[in-house]
């Protein structure tokens, strides 16, 4: 585990990262940050996190999202 205390995703679930962005951002922003259609087209939470656990290149641009997000709020 000495490995992960610098993994600012560590201890964090996908679920938790999308229900931070929504509540924050919303799913427009999300939407146009992360061009996929779960999140465009009658947008749930438990259909985007079947695709994004599916498709790890929709994963990761959601937890890059989510520390730029998290990093620009902790800026304020």
Do not use: D
Not at 2 to 11: D, R
Not at 38 to 67: D, G, H, M, Q
Request: overall charge positive; glycine content about 4%.
């Amino acid at each position: 585990m000495e490995m992960q205390k610098n993994n600012p995703l560590h201890g964090i679930t996908l679920e938790q990262i999308l229900l931070f962005l929504v509540e924050n951002k919303g799913w427009n922003y999300l939407g146009e940050e992360v061009n996929i259609n779960c999140f465009k087209i009658n947008p749930t939470i438990k259909s985007s996190l079947t695709f994004l656990r599916k498709t790890p290149w929709a994963r990761a641009k959601v937890e890059s999202l989510y520390l730029y997000v998290l990093r620009k709020s902790k800026e304020k």
